[in-house]
């Protein structure tokens, strides 16, 4: 009697814990489910490029999205179509390959096409801007002079300096701190980086919940199923009892 009490508790506790580990899972997937839909904030403290991410590295997650300043000159030019702005406008970006001051080079989003070209300064042009991951969708056509996607792999032929990842999205360039003139981008809203989209968050939390509903279900299964077999097998015994 105390054995089968034991055994009972024991597969109670288990239960129990398993109901709450399914449970968890599905809290867990609710708060990444609104999290997909919060924006990030957006550090509006001016910090050098060099101070949060060099070249030849994957873009550091705390560099992403940083207000960053940098001064050099414009190697290449490049345009960028079908690029979409905070608004959900589409429009050609002019895109510069500018060789840092401080070494490397970094892709800058100058503003919407077309701008004037700056790649014979004879001076250091400082850019400010929002430091943003490369892209991994194409948006165009690779061709010449046209960039599919604002990808630093996509202009390593380009130059034989170190390559920065990621991109920059000016909002003001100048020359001997004379600021220079364009229709410059509004940067589009970021979002979380929690992977999936919102219904995926939710569809994974109504499976978790239903496999906890599952596991505390199964035990009244299994007792309502042997509460049907065993009056049958004694009236079966019984049968058997009458026939010898």
Known sequence: MLQNKLKTFIALCGVVIIAGVFAGLGMWQWDRAQLSRQTIAVDSALVSLESVTQPRIGLPSSAALRYVSVEGRYE??????????????????EVG????KSGGVILIARGIAPMASLLNSPKDI??????????????????????ARLD??????QTNKDIYDGYIIADSESLDGVPLSGTRIDPPKPRTAVPGFYWQHISYVVIWWLMGAIVVFLPFYNRWVRSRV?????VDSQSDESGE
């Open 76 to 93: 290449e030019n490049f345009q960028a179509p079908n690029q979409l702005d905070a608004q959900g406008g589409r429009a050609t970006w």
């Open 97 to 100: 390959l500018l060789h840092a």
């Open 126 to 147: 400082s850019v400010t801007g929002i430091l943003m991951p490369h892209q991994s969708d194409n948006y165009a056509e690779k061709k010449q002079g046209v960039l």
């Open 152 to 157: 630093s792999a996509l202009v390593v032929d």
């Open 230 to 234: 065993q009056p049958g097998a004694k």
